[in-house]
């Protein structure tokens, strides 16, 4: 059972951002495979694993806009900022946008960090206010969702920004527009979301790990 704590919306600007110290992690044959329903449930699956917008669903859960509050632009040149490997296929010099994904009534749902080419950051985010799908939606950008990792894993820091307690659930993965990637994005949800989509796990096996290929 999920212990819930009082959220604290006064959460410093970072210098860094926030990657899930990961108890298991699994790559892209397992994200096309897909987890066994005891470690993470089909709901939360099609959260994780889809290629779907998760903007637009969380505002189809909520029956609320989703709107973005950014903590962090910050240019990090050819630095890997301690980001998984994808992040080479991002050309540089780079620039990291952290943002939480949340309600319009201020409830918490997500945080994402994304990493983009510098010189071409303002060409797709025009209004930097606005949650990325909208953005791109905005310019008819064509684009394909590549899911490459996924992560359970802990957080002080996302523990005290959802005021919800671990594990979370978080993954990564490339946006490619006409061949070529054009970010990469990191993003954990908030258990909060068991509100609408129900348990994290279907008949949990003594609260173990997934021992799946990484």
Known sequence: MTATFRPNHSVKLPTAWYALNPLWQGGEATIQQGLPHHYLAPTWQMLLLGDGSPTRHLQLLTGEPTEVDVI???PIGMDDDGAPALLQAVPGPRLRRQVWLRTASGQRLAYATSWWEA????????????????????LRTELYRDVQGIYCGHSPKLEQAFGQSGPFWGRNYLFWHRGKPLTMIYEVFSPYLTKYLGSMQVNPSNGKSPHLEV
């Open 72 to 74: 962090d632009m910050s």
């Open 119 to 138: 010189s071409h950051v303002d060409e797709y985010l025009q209004n930097r206010s606005l949650p990325i799908w909208a953005s791109l939606a905005q």
